[in-house]
T-cell receptor
Framework: GQNIDQPTEMTATEGAIVQINCTYQ??????LFWYQQHAGEAPTFLSY????GLEEKGRFSSFLSRSKGYSYLLLKELQMKDSASYLC?????????FGAGTTVTVRA | EAGVAQSPRYKIIEKRQSVAFWCNPI?????LYWYQQILGQGPKLLIQ????????DSQLPKDRFSAERLKGVDSTLKIQPAKLEDSAVYLC????????FGQGTRLTVV
């Protein structure tokens, strides 16, 4: 199976930076994904890492270290609309599994 | 590009009744997933198809849940009989690399 751990909740101020960590244990690793999910809505794709290093996409960046089983999602210049749940998902040989999600609350 | 389509959006049934959900994936996506998401939790994989073959159904409660994907396109997920603890959002997703999700079906079992 896959064990995926991420913090339950985080709070930050508008305009600030927040880093959401994700650790995982799996065999046959084949990619790590981050999704954003607003309350009552479906998850939407944010980023994908399969090799070690940083992937930057606008205000969002994602980092992966395969040897450490570790990833983080960095949200910069936080906006109120960024308040949502952020899901870390790991794909092994064929199966895509999700963590429990981190609820980020952005305060004015 | 059309997204993943699911129906119905909402369903309320009594326990012990049966219910079926339908999913039409993005055209050309060979992989299709059904997830169950209970409020406050992450999505839990129920079953994953590659074309019309099952590649993982280890977390599908097979005594009451069934799913099929005929012709490797549309898929249906059925629950019979439903229990109170089946109340959740049922998400369908399809992928080539990243998974794209439908809007989900919110099931309430009373």
């Amino acid at each position: 199976g896959q064990n995926i751990d991420q913090p339950t909740e985080m709070t930050a101020t508008e305009g600030a930076i927040v880093q959401i960590n994700c650790t995982y244990q799996t065999s046959g690793f084949n990619g790590l994904f981050w999704y954003q999910q607003h309350a009552g809505e479906a998850p939407t794709f944010l980023s994908y890492n399969v090799l070690d290093g940083l992937e930057e996409k606008g205000r969002f960046s994602s980092f992966l270290s395969r040897s450490k089983g570790y990833s983080y999602l960095l949200l910069k210049e936080l906006q109120m609309k960024d308040s949502a749940s952020y899901l870390c998902a790991v794909r092994n040989d064929y199966k895509l599994s999700f963590g429990a999600g981190t609820t980020v609350t952005v305060r004015a | 590009e059309a997204g993943v389509a699911q129906s119905p959006r909402y369903k309320i049934i009594e326990k012990r009744q049966s219910v079926a959900f339908w999913c039409n994936p993005i055209s050309g996506h060979a992989t299709l997933y059904w997830y169950q998401q209970i409020l406050g939790q992450g999505p839990k994989l129920l079953i994953q198809f590659q074309n019309n073959g099952v590649v993982d159904d280890s977390q599908l409660p097979k005594d009451r849940f069934s799913a099929e994907r005929l012709k490797g396109v549309d898929s249906t997920l059925k629950i019979q009989p439903a229990k109170l603890e089946d109340s959740a959002v049922y998400l369908c997703a399809s992928s080539e690399t990243e998974a794209f999700f439908g809007q989900g079906t919110r099931l309430t079992v009373v």
